[in-house]
């Protein structure tokens, strides 16, 4: 039960977000004449409303050219696909809400291929953090794009400021063949999924998942192991799936985090998992966008 695929749980398919097709050519974005070279006929953009992607009559990601774009519009290079330049323009605001707040997003998560997926999401947290980063966290003063949109530097102070991702782990924990998964109150009814939390300074991953189980659920957890990452663009994580054991059962709710956590039986979670947007399982398991999804699989056929 080792580290296992960069962008596929073995045996359960491949991880939402991950595996983009695109090159991402970072000597191209460090040599402006190059990339200035780029911007011709040639160059695809891809084409966003606001932070929504824009879908063709096949259900595949749009793309269009510069001239789609308005002149001043701050553009990104997201990298070389089939030997075409493919920028994204930065929207005029960005993210305010959580991602179960998007109802268009979650549409679309269902309807694009896993490398349509992969490139969309790695677009939208990129133009996402630029429309929320115009001004230097330093000095106040407006920053400017630079290395193809992969920084923004300050003329007024020198800051440099980089494309931040946050770290949260996402772990089962494991008591004798039994899973817990709990609810959080903006989930929908009836829905459980794994605990999670961001990584906080000074942490391991280790330490993070610990710490997270204890002051969700009270329970001390360990033998935690890492099993799979997923890149999540709302509005920019690093999804760290881990596996751990705990021999305690009760469970200390934290009511400000949960409204409800329980234990599963290996039965139950494949019930769920089977019934899927259903109403008929013990539980609603999470969307198979949701790296919850892959963990949960990779659960029931691992050994027991």
Not at 274 to 302: C, M, R, V, Y
Request: net charge negative; glycine share 10%.
């Amino acid at each position: 039960m080792g580290p296992l695929g960069h962008t596929e749980l073995h045996g359960t398919g491949p991880i939402a977000f991950a595996g983009s097709p695109i090159d991402r050519s970072d000597h191209i974005r460090t040599d402006p004449e190059a990339l200035a070279g780029l911007m011709n006929w040639r160059a695809k953009v891809l084409l966003l409303d606001g932070l929504l992607p824009q879908m063709d009559d096949a259900g595949g990601l749009l793309w269009g050219t510069l001239a789609d774009i308005a002149e001043d519009a701050e553009l990104v290079f997201l990298g070389m696909l089939n030997e075409k330049a493919c920028f994204a323009a930065v929207p005029d605001s960005g993210a305010t809400g959580p991602a179960y707040a998007m109802p268009r997003a979650w549409q679309a998560i269902q309807l694009l291929s896993p490398g349509d997926l992969a490139i969309y999401g790695g677009a939208r947290s990129l133009v996402d953090w630029h429309a929320r980063h115009r001004f230097c966290a330093n000095c106040g003063t407006g920053t400017k794009p630079t290395k193809g949109g992969w920084q923004r530097n300050c003329g007024a102070c020198g800051a440099q400021h980089f494309p931040r991702t946050d770290p949260v782990t996402i772990m089962l924990v494991e008591n004798e063949g039994r899973l817990l998964l709990g609810r959080q109150p903006r989930f929908p009814p009836r829905s459980f999924s794994a605990l999670a939390g961001f990584v906080e300074p000074g942490e391991t991953i280790e330490e993070a998942v610990a710490r997270e189980v204890h002051e969700e659920a009270g329970l001390h957890v360990r033998d935690v192991q890492y099993i799979a990452t997923q890149p999540w663009p709302f509005p920019s994580q690093l999804m760290i799936g881990c596996y751990s054991q705990t021999d305690e059962t009760e469970i200390t709710l934290d009511i400000e985090e949960l409204e409800e956590a329980r234990w599963f039986t290996r039965d139950e979670v494949q019930h769920a998992m089977d019934t899927i947007g259903s109403e008929q399982g013990p539980f609603n398991a999470p969307p198979a966008a949701a790296i919850a999804h892959s963990l949960l699989k990779w659960w029931l056929e691992k050994p027991e």
